[in-house]
């Protein structure tokens, strides 16, 4: 019997090439979008995901609400006192851990006399209670036993040591003091689809004076808390209570200290602090449902062109029929062939989809895998089921109830059966095509113009370091195709870090909080931003780096100041422990964004320190070879 339904189809198949191409090409790019928008949604849902007792961690949000111009920022992290009130004053809470990262901690390459630059995650001994790190050498309990222990992930212990087995290695750190660590642990890496990216962990200590904390947002900090706890209830609870910390020192500054909890797997979608760049939870379900559009679409037009297509079989149905088929029988030979159909554009869809998987991973950061991705072979086994059954029953049904005798009449009435159905099906597909391709160009129209807006500062030709210093900046200026370098804080594209800004030079002054940036002389220069007021800082004023800010025109109607100009020669005192830079304003700055998403323009100061060492950007020139900024970069 199957023989003889492989015989069918196969010259069901030549005798109609064109309609066999058609259907099977129409289910297979369905599929591969299909696949591609389901695999890159089920990274997003399944971010964070590695850790057990993921959905019972809590992340603590602090920040602060100014009482002068009612601004307000809330952050993802929090001082080191609110987590140690956490662990003290609330018998809810189970355990807490912070976690706070050191950028650029200086190591030496095995071997030789070169640095590594590396972003090492400074953390409390708990840690590996409320997160899951698998341990290839040691163990939690024997991990970061002193200040001078240190746990690798696989990868950096390859890096250093070019093996995993490296208890008791030494590794040499090189910042003020020169610091030796001796590794006592070493776990596997982390998933790309984590925001916990943790190579290196030093045991966390505790600072001088946690209580001047309350205002600072260096940690991390997650806890646990008992069952059947309220957590809304012991968010407001902790808030209160946390006033009688803090309620002096908010009356002293004229900010007011915030709290807030986040559970651990609501971060990724569902938290937009100050700092995250996480995706809306909306856009994620629009993804998932354009998939499952356009494998709707993919199957209706299977379903069309077969219902279509069953004028011309309703004879062979006839025959069989006769012949003694019943029913069952032609339902499992047309749902045999829409599977037979549906199998070849499967793995005609596993293969584009692995031959287009670089270039969806460079589309969308991400670093999705086939092979040994268990959940796309799960998906692709309910794929193809589903497929064959929403586009194969349909016609099965259609077909398999025809009546011998019209159809051998050539009595064609029946065919028309579903024709409302068809035409319904049809007029979706439509519809859904239309908005699809609306969508589309809307997106298209949108990117265009992210691409050719003027964010007014100049991002041609520039590549950005990171973790620079002087001497790198000099040498580069000796590379040909190499025409300017500055180092700073802060580079246009990211958010610029907010302080406390005096406007004047008492503490009784009005109170702002706006952006910093920390730059060099040639910072104005190589972004090409234009002054419009005052003047750029110039090597040929010495004060210039000691008493000298320059303002942006949002920071200058935020001070107070009615025009760029009314702004040229005020006093502003940055508040940095209450012992700050005091200096006057010397130039206005256009007002310039900071990324492509014509986010809001933020405020900022920007002060002098020629020595910064955060982000070196350089600037080439048209004799610049195509691989330069790939040799500068390594």
């Known amino acids: 019997m199957l023989n003889n339904y492989l015989k069918v189809l196969w010259r069901n198949t030549m005798r109609n090439g064109s309609y066999f191409v058609i259907n099977v090409l129409g289910l297979t790019l369905g599929l591969v979008c299909a696949i591609s928008v389901f695999m890159y949604v089920h990274d997003e849902f399944t971010y964070d995901s590695q850790h057990v007792r993921g959905p019972e961690i809590y992340r603590l949000n602090t920040g602060w609400l100014s009482h002068v111009d009612g601004s307000t920022s809330t952050y993802a992290t929090a001082g080191y006192t609110p987590g140690e009130m956490l662990r003290t004053d609330f018998p809810e809470v189970e355990e807490v851990t912070r976690l706070r ?231 499992r030979q047309f749902i045999g062939e829409a599977f037979v159909l549906t199998l070849l554009s499967v793995i005609l869809a596993v293969a584009l989809v692995y031959i287009l998987l670089p270039v969806l991973n460079s589309f969308s950061g991400k670093n999705l895998q086939l092979m040994g991705n268990v959940f796309f072979w799960e998906l692709l086994a309910i794929t193809t089921v589903a497929v064959t059954l929403l586009a194969g029953s349909y016609p099965a049904f259609v077909l398999a109830s025809f009546r011998p005798a019209e159809t051998l009449k050539s009595s064609l009435r029946s065919a028309g059966s579903g024709s409302l159905l068809r035409k319904g099906l049809v007029v979706f597909q439509f519809g859904v095509s239309v908005s699809l391709i609306a969508g589309t160009l809307i997106a298209m129209s949108h990117l265009r113009y992210l691409r050719s807006k003027s964010l007014g500062f100049d991002k041609e030709h520039v590549v950005v370091l990171v973790g620079a210093n002087k001497n790198t900046r000099d040498q580069l200026l000796n590379v040909p195709g190499v025409s300017k370098t500055s180092l700073s804080n802060r580079v246009p594209g990211g958010r610029v ?72 020669g005020g006093q502003l005192w940055l508040d940095e422990d209450w012992g700050g830079k005091k200096g006057r304003i010397i130039g206005v700055l256009k007002d310039f964004h900071f990324n492509a998403a014509n986010a809001p323009i933020e405020p900022f100061s920007m002060f002098m320190n020629p020595n910064a060492t955060r982000y070196l950007s350089v600037k080439l020139d048209a004799s610049a070879t195509a691989d330069l900024p790939d040799m500068i970069s390594r």
């Open 101 to 331: 990262m050191y950028y650029e901690m200086r190591f030496q390459q095995r071997g030789d006399d070169e640095y590594i630059v590396e972003n090492v995650h400074a953390v409390d001994t708990s840690v590996f209670n409320l997160f899951t790190f698998r341990f290839i050498e040691g163990s939690p309990k024997t991990a970061l036993p002193d200040r001078n222990s240190i746990v690798l992930s696989r990868k950096s212990a390859m890096k250093y040591f070019n093996r995993t087995d490296v208890l008791g290695e030494t590794m040499r750190w090189f910042g003020g003091d020169t610091v030796d660590f001796k590794v006592t642990g070493v776990v596997e890496d982390y998933p790309d689809n984590t925001h916990l990216r943790i190579d290196m962990m030093v045991k966390l200590n505790p600072p001088a004076d946690p209580s001047k904390e309350w205002f600072e947002f260096p940690y991390q900090t997650f806890f646990t808390v008992h069952p059947h706890t309220n957590i809304a209830a012991l968010e407001d609870k902790v808030l209160k209570h946390s006033k009688q910390y803090v309620s002096s020192m908010e009356q002293e500054i004229g900010f007011e200290h915030l709290i807030s909890f986040t559970r651990f797997d609501q971060i990724r979608m569902h938290s937009h602090l100050v700092g995250e760049n996480n995706p809306q939870a909306s856009q994620i379900y629009l993804f998932l449902s354009i998939g499952l559009f356009v494998l709707a679409m993919a199957c209706i037009n299977f379903i069309n062109l077969s219902t279509a297509r069953s004028v011309r079989r309703s004879k062979e149905i006839g025959i069989r029929k006769v012949t003694g088929a019943v029913r069952s029988q032609l339902i």
């Open 497 to 568: 870090g907010g302080r406390t800004i005096f406007n004047g030079w008492d503490k009784s002054d009005p109170q702002i909080v706006i952006g910093q940036l920390v730059v060099d002389y040639d910072y104005i220069d190589l972004y090409d931003l234009e002054v419009v007021a005052g003047r750029a800082f110039s090597r040929d004023v010495p004060s210039d780096e000691t008493e000298a800010f320059m303002v942006n025109e949002d920071a200058a109607l935020k001070l107070g100041y009615e025009t760029p100009q009314d702004a040229i």
